[in-house]
């Protein structure tokens, strides 16, 4: 009954992860043209950062992962 459980518990997380990305690529449009001048860059569209979010994402995420899997073995 306790593996059911954790199947659904993945795919909730699963399916939260499509609405995080728009509004991680909305926020990072928004922080982007807050900070435009100070940082010596031009403001780009929503296109654009989601595309950077899309990079960002694959990069940090495998770190997270084993990040994730190390504190895990050691709690076990």
Known sequence: MKMRGLHVSNFVRLASAGPAFFVSAWVLMI???IVQQDVGIHPFGYVTSMVVTIGLWLT????IGAIARTSRSKHQ
């Open 31 to 33: 922080f982007a043209g």
């Open 60 to 63: 940090v995420t495998p770190a």
